[in-house]
C-alpha cells in the first residue's frame, strides 16, 4: 500500500481521485482568460494569468497535461490576439508579431511545467527516501504509523477489522556476533522481502527498528491472521534456511481489532506487548489477541492474557 503522510495523503487523495475535474477546470480557466484577453488590446499581456492553471494541471495531474495545457494556453493566446485585431480593424501589431508572442508563451509555459515536473519529482523522491529503510528497502517505523493512522481512520469509518503484527527475529544477536554484521544484515534483507512477497499488496511491510518488523493487515479478522501470519512463519524458516542456512527463528505477535483503538500507540502497543509475550512463552510461536469483540483467543489456544 501507499505509505505517506496521513495530512499529505489526505490532500492528495482528494486531489488525485478528480484529476478529470482538474482537467476541466484548468482548461475552463484557460478559456475564461482568453476571453478576457480578446477584449484587451494587444500589448496587454495576461501571460501570468495563463500560467495558473497550467501549474496546477502540472502539479495535481501530470507532466503531459500540463504540456497539453501550455501548448492550449498558447493557442488560445494567439488566437485571442487574432480576434482583437480582427474586430477592432487593428494593423498596429502584425499577425507574424502575434504568432511569436504565442511561442514566447508557450516556452515560458513549458519551462515552467519543466521545473514543476523536476521539483514535484525531487520532493516524492525525497519523501519516499525518508519513509524507506536504507537496508532492506521497506517502508520504516515513520512510514508505518503513518500508514496505520490512515488504516485506523478508515476502519473506524467503516467498521472493519484491522490486524497489526509484530514480527521479531529470535536469536538474531547471535547471528550477528559470530558471523559478523553483514550476515546480519543479509538476514533482515531476506526476512524483509519475505514479508514483503507474502503478504498482499494493500498490506504494509515495515522494519521498526533492530530485528523487528510490522505488519499492518487492513480488513483482517483473526481467522485471516491466524492463517496468513502461520504461512508467513513457515515461508520466513524456510527462506532463512534456504538463503542462509542461518539458524534463527521468528516470534509473532498479532492484535486483531474489531473495534479500532483510540490511537495508533494504543494499537502498536498491543501488538508489542503480544511479540513479548509470544516470545517468553516459546520461541518461534504466534500469540494472536482479538480487541473489540469476543473474549481472545491465542493462536496456541491460550489466553494470552
Not at 130 to 136: E, G, H, I, P, V
Not at 166 to 188: I, M, P, Q, S, W
Request: glycine letters at 10%; proline letters at 3%; hydrophobic letters at 50%.
Amino acid at each position: 500500500m501507499a505509505l505517506a503522510p496521513p495530512q499529505d495523503a489526505a490532500v492528495r487523495s482528494a486531489f488525485a481521485s478528480t484529476p478529470l475535474a482538474w482537467l476541466l477546470g484548468a482548461f475552463a480557466t484557460i478559456l475564461s482568460v482568453g476571453a478576457v484577453d480578446s477584449l484587451t488590446r494587444s500589448d496587454v499581456s495576461l501571460i501570468l494569468f495563463y500560467l495558473v492553471p497550467i501549474g496546477f494541471g502540472t502539479w495535481f495531474v501530470s507532466l503531459r497535461w500540463g504540456t497539453a495545457l501550455a501548448v492550449a494556453s498558447a493557442a488560445v493566446s494567439t488566437g485571442a490576439d487574432v480576434l482583437w485585431r480582427l474586430q477592432h480593424a487593428a494593423q498596429d501589431l502584425a499577425i507574424g508579431t502575434q504568432v511569436w508572442n504565442g511561442f514566447m508563451l508557450l516556452g515560458t509555459a513549458t519551462a515552467l511545467v519543466l521545473v514543476l515536473g523536476a521539483l514535484k519529482g525531487r520532493l516524492e523522491g525525497q519523501e519516499l527516501l525518508a519513509r524507506t529503510d536504507a537496508l532492506t528497502q521497506i517502508a520504516n517505523r515513520r512510514a508505518f504509523i503513518e500508514a496505520a493512522q490512515l488504516e485506523l481512520e478508515r476502519a473506524r469509518r467503516h467498521g472493519r477489522p484491522l490486524t497489526v503484527a509484530y514480527v521479531d527475529c529470535d536469536d538474531f544477536k547471535l547471528v550477528n556476533d559470530r558471523l559478523g554484521h553483514a550476515e546480519g544484515d543479509a538476514l533482515l534483507v531476506t526476512v524483509a522481502q519475505t514479508l514483503r512477497g507474502g503478504t498482499r499488496a494493500v498490506d504494509a511491510v515495515a522494519r521498526l527498528g533492530g530485528d523487528e518488523f510490522g505488519l499492518l493487515l487492513p480488513e483482517t479478522d483473526a481467522a485471516m491472521a491466524d492463517a496468513l501470519l502461520g504461512r508467513l512463519l513457515a515461508t520466513l524458516q524456510t527462506a532463512v534456511t534456504r538463503h542462509g542456512g542461518w539458524k534463527v527463528g521468528f516470534s509473532v505477535g498479532a492484535a486483531v481489532f474489531l473495534s479500532p483503538p483510540d490511537d495508533v500507540d494504543d494499537l502498536m502497543a498491543r501488538a508489542d506487548e503480544l511479540m513479548y509475550g509470544a516470545k517468553r512463552h516459546a520461541k518461534g510461536s504466534i500469540r494472536l489477541d482479538v480487541f473489540g469483540g469476543i473474549a481472545p483467543v491465542a493462536a496456541d489456544g491460550t489466553d494470552p492474557r
